[in-house]
C-alpha cells in the first residue's frame, strides 16, 4: 500500500486539502446536524498542526494536534492535544493511523511544540493508543463544554499522555484543567 503522509500547519492547508478533510469527518460522523467546521470540528478544539494520509491523491487518514498551556495541580504544562483521529473504513487495519500519530509525535518533537501529547478517549481504544506509546493516568478533568462558558468536569474517563520535550514520569501530579475544549 502507497501511502503519502503530509505533515501541515493548519496556516498552510488549501481549499482542497480543507475540504477532503470535512469529506472524510462527514463520511464517517453522518448526523444531519452536526457538521464537521474547521475552527469547531463537531464541538471540539480545533488543530493547529494536521498529519493527512493519501492514496492515489485520496485523504484517507487524519490526526490533529492543537498546542494549549493546561494547568496540572498547581503547575502549567504545554501539551499538544490530539484529537480528530480518523481513517476511512476501507483503510483500516493496515496501521495507517499508527503511521500518522508517529509521524506527527516525531514532527512535534523536531519542533519542540509541546511538553506532552495529550487525549482524551473512549475506552475501548485506550489499547490502540497504549500501542502507539500513550499511557493512561487516572484524573479529574475540567474542559469548557461545546465552545460555551460552561466548565464540564468528567473523572473516571480515560485521559492518556506520551512524551514530547518531557518524558511522561514529569507530568505533574493533580486535576486537570484544559482551559478550552477537549480534542
Not at 97 to 107: E, R, V
Not at 171 to 178: D, E, Q, R, T
Amino acid at each position: 500500500m502507497d501511502i503519502e503522509i503530509r505533515i501541515k500547519d493548519d496556516s498552510t492547508i488549501t481549499d482542497k486539502e480543507l475540504k477532503d478533510i470535512e469529506q472524510l469527518f462527514n463520511n464517517e460522523y453522518t448526523d444531519e446536524d452536526d457538521v464537521w467546521e474547521k475552527d469547531a470540528p463537531y464541538g471540539f478544539s480545533p488543530s493547529d498542526i494536521r498529519a493527512m494520509a493519501y492514496m492515489n491523491g485520496k485523504l484517507i487518514g487524519h490526526v490533529g494536534a492543537e498546542k494549549r498551556w493546561i494547568s496540572v495541580g498547581k503547575s502549567k504544562v504545554k501539551v499538544a492535544g490530539i484529537g480528530g483521529v480518523l481513517v476511512e473504513k476501507d483503510y483500516r487495519g493496515f496501521g495507517i493511523a499508527k503511521k500518522l500519530i508517529h509521524q506527527l509525535i516525531d514532527n512535534l518533537q523536531q519542533k519542540e511544540y509541546a511538553h506532552f501529547g495529550y487525549l482524551g478517549c473512549r475506552e475501548e481504544v485506550v489499547t490502540f493508543y497504549s500501542s502507539c506509546g500513550f499511557k493512561r493516568i487516572d484524573r479529574t478533568e475540567t474542559v469548557k463544554k461545546n465552545y460555551s462558558n460552561e466548565d464540564m468536569t468528567r473523572s473516571s474517563f480515560p485521559i492518556l499522555i506520551c512524551s514530547i520535550t518531557k518524558d511522561v514520569s514529569a507530568f505533574p501530579a493533580g486535576n486537570i484543567h484544559l482551559h478550552g475544549t477537549a480534542w
